[in-house]
């Protein structure tokens, strides 16, 4: 028969596999479903176009509008009951419709299977009831007679096998459930699981931490700019040991304190200020001599004590050659002087202390180092004619030293007292503190204590200080290298005083003095500052010129009153 008288479905396939529901919906009376049937054997019968079979409940396929019995082989609500003497269908075989023939007992095909006993025929080929006529729509064919037209022919021996493509067999709504199977995806085992719950812990803190740290640097930025909120208290340290150790620049100065003390003076229509330092318990004080110079010999002299108390001093003795003076307060008791060092052993670079008050501000400290030793300097001299003019051997420091600072204590790193700070180099090129108001720049000058200390104790013994002298007088406004003996002396008189310790030495007039012993002088100041370095009595050697000759002498220094 050809391909195409062959029996089509009532819908064309769908490509999709879906069950063929009609439109517009899923909700609309879904048509029977088709089972087109397979090729059949030779001399199998076909249904009827149009007559599409059904499966009944137990898989049996029945015709399409043929009545399904009900699984029980009672018939079904509404159905004729069969006549008496006829026997009732088997359970599963479908029950001929009224007015049609039973279909022809089966026959299977040569070379086909046998039917099983007790076993339904296949869905796709009705079975037929023995004892019952086959029924007219789908008539038996008979070997060797012509199909009737309109009923398609069997298909050709040797295809009864062959599976036709049912595309309408790969869903059956109708169909019980299968089992469920996989997509092809693996299922993760409890390792995977166990890494991936680690993982997403891990992914998890990382953002906890990422947006942590964002939230607290935006808040950081916040109270930052904006100063923190609340009230503000600032950090502070806590209370600590007030000691410090003794060679400290606060040991020290929490020593020396209590021993240094501030005048206050007036007098002759002057006044000034200046500092000192108590020497001994009964009251004694050094200061400069140009502190006290404005009391006069009627003047007032105010000292004030680093507590607060005041007292009324009397001047003892002064020396303007030494720039040096003792006065000594009243009524006063408990009294710490300050203990002595020796000068001869500091040496340059030694840290150093200085204390005063500059400028009226009592109690101020500095500190600083020796910066040179027997540096000579000259002060004073405002009365013209050199008796007020101080000759200092002096120490230079650079411990910032102001108008105020005269006469107070310069002490070493064990808190003794090593000079009296006397004179500073000020840029206007003045060396006197009190001549102006310039300050320090570094550039300070303290009387060596050895020499304070001799001053001193001649002062407070007799009250005067005597002066160490060569006998000679000297040409001052020589500008050659060393110092020449005048050719004429003060008032008239010789320039080498007869019997003196130069006349004794052989010096004469118009000798020049280049060393002290063995240090190179450059002027007649240096040799009066490196004379009063020394007491009377003290032995010298002195490098004197002559006619291009130089010689060596030697000579005891006298004394003269101060």
């Known amino acids: 028969m050809p391909a195409q008288d062959a029996p089509r479905p009532l819908h064309d396939p769908d490509p999709y596999s879906t069950p063929p529901y009609g439109e517009p919906g899923p909700w609309a009376p879904a048509p029977p479903v088709q089972h087109p049937a397979a090729a ?23 015709a399409h509008g043929t009545p399904v019995p009900s699984p029980s082989g009672a018939p079904a609500p509404g159905a004729p009951a069969p006549a008496p003497g006829v026997p009732a269908p088997a359970p599963g075989v479908p029950h001929p419709a009224p007015g049609v023939p039973a279909p022809a007992p089966y026959v299977p095909a040569p070379g086909g299977p046998a039917p099983v006993p007790g076993q339904a025929p296949s869905p796709s080929i009705p079975a037929s009831v023995p004892g019952q006529a086959p029924s007219p729509s789908i008539p038996a064919p008979v070997p060797g007679q012509a199909t009737p037209p309109g009923i398609p022919a069997p298909a050709p021996a040797g295809f009864a096998d062959a599976p036709t493509p049912d595309p309408w067999r790969r869903y059956d709504p109708w169909a019980a459930p299968g089992p469920l199977q996989q997509t092809g995806a693996p299922v993760p085992g409890t390792e995977q699981r166990r890494r991936r719950g680690r993982k997403a812990l891990v992914l998890g803190a990382v953002a906890l931490a990422l947006v942590s740290g964002g939230i607290g640097g935006l808040v950081g930025t ?16 806590g209370k600590e040991a007030v000691a410090r150790d003794a060679d400290s620049v606060a040991g020290i100065a929490g020593r020396a304190l209590p021993s240094v003390v501030t005048l206050h003076v007036s007098g002759s229509g002057e006044q000034g200020t200046g500092t000192g330092f108590v020497l001994d318990t009964r009251g004694h004080i050094l200061t400069n001599n140009h502190v006290v110079r404005p009391a006069g010999t009627t003047g007032e002299i105010t000292v004030t004590f680093n507590g607060g108390e005041t007292a009324e001093a009397e001047l003892v003795g002064r020396d303007s050659g030494y720039d040096l003076a003792v006065v000594k307060v009243k009524g006063v008791s408990g009294l710490t002087p ?52 101080s000759y200092v051997d002096a120490l230079q420091t650079d411990a910032p030293i102001n108008p105020g ?40 000058f303290a009387i060596p204590i050895n020499q304070g200390k001799r001053v001193a104790e001649e002062l407070i013994n007799t009250g005067r200080a005597t002066h160490p002298v060569i006998g000679i007088t000297l040409d001052m406004d020589y500008t050659g290298d060393g110092a020449r003996v005048d050719t ?18 052989g010096i004469k007039a ?53």
């Open 510 to 562: 118009g000798d020049v003095i280049t060393e002290v012993d063995g240090r190179r002088i450059h002027s007649g100041e240096e040799l009066i500052v490196k004379t009063r370095a020394h007491r009377p009595g003290d032995r010298l050697e002195l490098t004197v010129e002559r006619g291009g000759k130089a010689r060596t002498v030697s000579l005891v220094l006298g004394s003269s009153g101060g």
């Open 405 to 444: 600072n005269s006469g107070g204590p310069l002490l070493d790193s064990k808190g003794r007292v090593v000079g009296i700070n006397s004179a500073i180099r000020s840029a206007g090129g003045g060396s006197d503190p009190d001549s102006g108001q310039s300050g320090s720049i570094g550039l300070g």
């Open 40 to 62: 059949q054997a030779q001399g199998m019968a076909t249904p009827a176009q149009g007559m599409a079979a059904v499966p009944d409940a137990q898989g049996a396929p029945v």
């Open 488 to 505: 004429e002396g003060s008032e008239g008189g010789p320039p080498v005083t007869a019997g003196g310790p130069g006349a004794r030495a």
């Open 338 to 389: 300050l203990p002595l060092g020796n000068s001869d052993s500091v040496q340059v670079g030694d840290p150093v202390v200085a204390i005063g008050a500059p400028f009226d501000l009592a109690g101020t400290v500095t500190s600083g180092i020796i910066s040179a030793k027997q540096r000579p300097i000259t002060a004073g001299g405002d009365k013209g004619d050199g008796s007020d003019m």
């Open 222 to 237: 916040y109270l930052e700019r904006n100063g923190g909120v609340g009230t503000v208290e600032l950090p502070q340290a």
